[in-house]
């Protein structure tokens, strides 16, 4: 595994959409999007560059995904991009000295998952706020993709948490102030406390042992640059 940074090269990504992102690549994943699957990074350059942060979708109930990840899928599927799981399955061929076939082995098949975005030969998935074993599964179906030739690249978006949860916090408070005293409630409408669920630092810790292997990977976190610089509004 090779942490590379081609996103910051102004051909690839022009800087105003990089700098309102936390990133991170192994193996010049955006460099290799842009030549062989030029379709593909084009929807995911356009998701940077449209997609903002807004409170009043962010910091609002929605179960395990929540809005931000609908938003964020729908912007790709609007494009083309389709929810797909991915099997492989691998047979082994006896060949004899002489080149002819001898037998082949029962073929092995391996279930996969659905993915969030499957085009061509990307995969993009969105882990905002899932436990964090997600993190596990998911790079280690990318390599396997990968070294089968199924996929060229993967990325994966999630949150920068530490920043996200002390802005959070401020729009939250902020808000506050504009309510009566009656309407006030100091708790956040969603839980930014748990260290178990997907985020920026969790995917660095596991990418930099190795897992990926020669997998081109890009993993986008929102930050507090992605934010759109509104306060919070009730829905």
């Excluded at 997600?134 to 060229?152: C, T």
């Excluded at 930099?208 to 934010?227: E, F, K």
Aim: net charge negative; charged share 25%.
């Amino acid at each position: 595994m090779y942490e590379t940074d081609t996103f910051n090269d102004a051909s690839i990504l022009i800087p105003a959409f990089r700098d309102r992102w936390k990133m991170m690549e192994t193996n010049s994943a955006c460099a290799i999007m842009k030549s062989v699957c030029p379709d593909e990074w084009a929807d995911i350059v356009y998701v940077l560059q449209t997609f903002a942060l807004a409170p009043s979708t962010w910091l609002r109930r929605g179960g395990n995904r929540g809005m931000v990840p609908k938003i964020l899928d729908g912007m790709l599927q609007s494009r083309g991009w389709i929810e797909t799981r991915i099997d492989l399955e691998t047979q082994g061929i006896l060949i004899n000295k002489g080149g002819s076939e001898r037998a082949r082995l029962e073929p092995i098949h391996q279930e996969g998952y659905l993915v969030d975005n499957f085009k061509g030969r990307v995969v993009v998935d969105v882990e905002w706020n899932a436990k964090d074993g997600n993190i596990d599964r998911d790079l280690s179906a990318y390599r396997a993709w990968h070294e089968a030739g199924v996929i060229s690249a993967a990325v994966l978006i999630t949150q920068d948490r530490e920043p996200l949860k002390a802005l959070a916090e401020r729009i939250w408070a902020e808000y506050q102030q504009t309510l009566s005293e009656g309407e006030r409630d100091p708790r956040l409408p969603i839980d930014l406390n748990t260290s178990t669920t997907t985020n920026f630092e969790k995917v660095q810790l596991r990418v930099r042992r190795g897992v990926m292997g020669t997998c081109p990977l890009l993993v986008v976190a929102a930050c507090h640059a992605t934010w759109n610089g509104e306060p919070y509004t009730r829905a």
